[in-house]
């Protein structure tokens, strides 16, 4: 049986091939590029001119235009059935990079140098491949690496001030990079105007500063640590107990992340399921749009193969569901492989604990979405190693 790094590779090649195939094929990528090339490019489905000078370099500009005509296209209410489906995504990433952000840390314990871990930036690089190469291609692709480069010993994550290079105060301005970083240029993202002359004022310059959001939350969380005066070896020793406080604040993390996945997924599948039992209380091109087969339209991916899509609206869609599923697999496949490594063999009571935790993570993917589940279970895992860390202790 292959490892499931393996396979994660395999599927990042996949995601990686398979969708610019497939966007070549059913020809959005033809209608965009021409568009983007034109005497005067405009957004898709508006008389709008579109920006396509940014830096000066032709190939760099084409980029840029070519992501800020897709997410235009996904934030045009107009385009309900994708802006929805596009909500929901946008939380499964964000509770995906939440997790790259905090499983990225690098670990003390178990390693054979002395010195402290050099801080790692790594987070931004994988960040931007996920952003300008598709999430389907990056959170696989980081998945297996984090498998297979930084496999967690057992009880290694148990005791975060031994396990992790960020001490209590680094940790609390996690939220606040995360909120300036990501929080404030999606909300300008979504009440800019696309049209508005300004630079500032533009929906268009937020979308592509948005794209850059892992480089601007290294560097706001860079800025925010510096006005921080206590060091972790002050955070570790005023602790009896060693890792709770920083355990605890690792927690509310997850449970951030938790939630960011299951909001969007509960008010989907909410809108959904009264569309569906009350169709005459809401406009009849709302309940068209809240339809699975227009929310998600799994089938006419295949169909685009042999059929060209008819607007860059529908190819969106098509593009964004295959990502979605893609990287909803990969997740899922990472938090299950995560957790049981993190647990010996021989210890019975922790694997035990371990199977209950999935089986609770099924329950919670069943009712808050399967991004929400994979979250839950890495929160779970940790638990277990605190509590058999407490129980290790006890013992001594």
């Not at 385009?79 to 790259?100: E, R």
């Not at 003390?108 to 140098?113: E, L």
């Not at 598709?134 to 031994?162: D, H, K, Y």
């Not at 339809?291 to 529908?314: D, H, M, N």
Request: glycine share 6%.
């Amino acid at each position: 049986m292959p490892k499931p790094s393996v396979v994660l590779y395999l599927l990042s090649l996949g995601a990686l091939l398979a969708p610019v195939l497939h966007s070549v094929q059913s020809g959005m990528s033809g209608l965009i590029l021409d568009n983007v090339h034109s005497a005067h490019p405009v957004l898709p489905g508006t008389d709008i001119p579109l920006r396509t000078s940014w830096t000066g370099l032709a190939l760099l500009d084409v980029n840029f235009s070519v992501m800020i005509c897709v997410f235009y296209v996904i934030l045009d209410p107009h385009n309900l059935s994708l802006f929805i489906q596009g909500g929901h995504f946008f939380g499964l990433w964000m509770a995906a990079w939440i997790l790259v952000l905090l499983e990225s840390v690098p670990s003390i314990k178990g390693s054979t140098n002395t010195r402290p871990p050099r801080r790692s930036r790594k987070y931004v690089i994988w960040g931007l491949i996920m952003e300008f190469m598709t999430v389907a291609f990056g959170l696989p692709a980081w998945c297996a690496s984090n498998l297979q480069q930084s496999p967690i010993e057992p009880r290694a994550a148990s005791s975060p001030c031994s396990a992790s290079s960020l001490d209590i105060a680094e940790i609390k301005m996690l939220p606040w990079s995360f909120v300036l970083s990501t929080g404030i240029p999606t909300f300008l993202m979504l009440i800019c105007r696309p049209d508005a002359e300004a630079a500032l004022f533009s929906q268009q310059t937020w979308i592509l500063l948005r794209l850059f959001h892992p480089l601007l939350f290294a560097t706001a969380h860079g800025l925010l640590i510096t006005k921080s005066q206590r060091s972790r070896e002050q955070n570790c020793s005023r602790q009896e107990d060693p890792g709770t406080e920083q355990a605890r604040e690792l927690n509310k993390l997850y449970t951030v992340a938790f939630w960011i996945a299951a909001i969007p997924h509960l008010l989907v599948i909410s809108g959904v399921l009264f569309a569906k039992f009350f169709p005459r209380l809401l406009p009849a091109p709302i309940v068209a749009s809240l339809s699975v087969g227009a929310l998600w339209p799994v089938a006419s991916i295949w169909r685009s193969v042999f059929v060209k899509v008819e607007s860059t609206q529908q190819g969106v869609a098509l593009f964004m569901t295959a990502n979605e599923i893609i990287s909803t697999v990969a997740l899922l496949v990472w938090a299950w492989n995560r957790g049981g490594a993190a647990i010996p063999k021989s210890g019975r009571n922790g694997q035990q604990s371990l199977r209950i935790g999935f089986w609770k993570a099924i329950f919670l993917a069943s009712i808050f979405g399967p991004g929400a589940a994979a979250v839950a279970y890495v929160q779970h895992r940790n638990a277990v190693l605190q509590q058999m860390t407490l129980s290790d202790n006890k013992k001594r």
